[in-house]
Every structure is written in C-alpha cells, then in structure tokens.
C-alpha cells in the first residue's frame, strides 16, 4: 500500500462493482474493488482498453455511481449524496483534465480559467486574480490573453490543468491527458503534474494506457478485466523534463498591475 500523508485515506473504495445493462449482455466494468488513496499521492491508472480503468475514474470523480459497494470521498459516504451535493463535489473538490482540453474556443486563456470560479458564484475582482494566478503558477502569465488556437497543445493543456486547480480541489483527475500530445509536448505536462505534486503536494490520479507516462507517478495500479491486477509503490519514478523555461508575470499581457498583491491558499488540504 501507499505511503500514508494523512491519517485519513481521502479515497477509499469498498467491494466496489460497476455493471451496465444497456445490452441484452449485462457488463462487468468493476468486480470487488478495494483501494485507498491518501493526500499528497500520485497515482497512475493503467490497464487496457476494456480493463475498467475509465469506469473506476469516473467513480472516483462522482461522474457515475457503484452498482454496488461503498465509496467515500473525504470522509463522506457518496453513495448517500443526493445529486445537488455531488454537483458541488465535482466543482469545489476535484478538478478534471481531459484528453481533448475541452476549452472554449472564443475565449481567451484567462477567461476560460475562470469558469469554474464563475459557476460557483465568486465575485468578478477575485475570480480575475485567482485565474492569473493559476496561470502563472502553470508558466502561462503572459498568454493569459491568447485564445487557444493562438497556444500550442502543450499551452491548451496547461492552460486545462490551471482551470482544473482554479477552485483549489483535493485531488486533480487527469484521463489520458498527454493522449493528443506529442512525446515531447507529453513529457512538459508529465512535469508540471510532478512538479505541482512535489511542491504543492497535490493529490493527482492519472489515467493512462501506456507504461512510459505512468511511470511517472508514484504509485501505479494496474487494472485488468475490473479488477485491480497489481497495486505498487514506484520507488524511481521517471523525472520528465520541462521542454522550455517557465515564463514569468508579464503585467501588460496579464492586464493587472505589476504591484496587485493576493494570497492563494493552494492546495487545499494543506490546512
């Protein structure tokens, strides 16, 4: 199992199973799975197509429910939740990143950042500050004001993964989130999730089908036919390389004043 970083495991999943019956063939996404996870790892998710990985990440994210079993999420049974309190879950306590970015093509790098903030109803003045700070946090301050087809996909990326920490969540889910990358643009984002991880401690499970990105993580869990085939520590992880110098705040790009000073508890659970 994984090294404890808190007391209290802030996933933890009991006899967990998953089965669709939209066919004349009932599906068995997830046989019986047990699993923790604690504050401040980062875990990789791999298997193959059809191992039941997805479904597991789409539990975990509260996107879908457990035929059967019990799954709780920061000390709270899920399975309990009614769907207003789930749709608070996923926007105050976990940030996604796809495969495919997913951000809005008429706005600008900024703007798109700031759309959870505006979801969850804070005001415009600190939404503004929360989401620059985000981008430079991600080394993106000075394309705060770029739409995406103005940024490369390493940029479009970053850029999904400072949206997805902009409501400082407790655990950043990533699915296949360097598959529209190339090997090098994938390695600049296998750096950030290590570098937000080591510094910032943030809780990150990763979703991938190819060995060479998890083993990046520090955990790896491979799944096979819904079931959880090997669960290990990686005590070497690969070290990804940043592919270009992180840019610093650039007040004219930013739009806010060089002297605008705010303080941003990040991440959340280091209270």
């Keep these: 199992m994984s090294e404890a970083h808190d007391v209290q495991p802030l996933i933890v999943l009991e006899e967990v199973y998953k089965v669709y019956n939209s066919g004349a063939v009932p599906v068995h996404a997830l046989r019986g799975i047990n699993l923790e996870i604690h504050r401040g ?6 298997g193959a197509s059809g191992s039941g990985k997805t479904t ?3 539990i975990i994210g509260c996107l879908d429910r ?3 079993g019990r799954y709780f999420f920061d000390g709270q049974d899920v399975g309990q939740l009614g769907v207003n309190q789930l749709a608070s879950i996923r926007n105050r306590k976990i940030g996604f990143v796809f495969q495919g970015f997913n951000l809005l093509k008429r706005q600008t790098a900024l703007e798109n950042v700031e759309l959870p903030l505006i979801y969850a109803g804070v005001r415009a003045q600190e ?3 929360r989401a620059w700070e985000m981008l430079r946090l991600v080394g993106l301050a000075d394309r705060a004001h770029h739409l995406p087809s103005q940024l490369s996909g390493g940029q479009q990326q970053r850029v999904a993964i400072a949206r997805a920490l902009v409501n400082r969540p407790q655990v950043l889910l990533a699915d296949e989130p360097t598959g529209n990358l190339d090997s090098r643009t994938s390695e600049e984002i296998l750096a950030e999730f290590q570098r ?3 510094e910032f401690h943030q809780t990150i499970v990763l979703v991938t089908h190819e060995p060479d990105i998890a083993a990046h993580a520090g955990r790896i869990i491979l799944m096979r036919d819904g079931r959880i085939a090997n669960d290990k520590l990686n005590t070497r992880p690969r070290v990804a390389r940043p592919a270009q110098p992180r840019a610093e705040p650039d007040a004219n790009a930013s739009g806010l004043p060089i002297a605008v000073s705010f303080q941003v508890e990040y ?4 209270k």
């Design 66 to 68: 457990p035929t059967r």
């Design 56 to 58: 597991l990440m789409n």
């Design 196 to 198: 937000l991880n080591q």
């Design 267 to 270: 991440p959340s659970e280091a």
């Design 127 to 129: 939404r503004r500050q």
């Design 41 to 46: 790892e980062f875990v990789a998710i791999m």
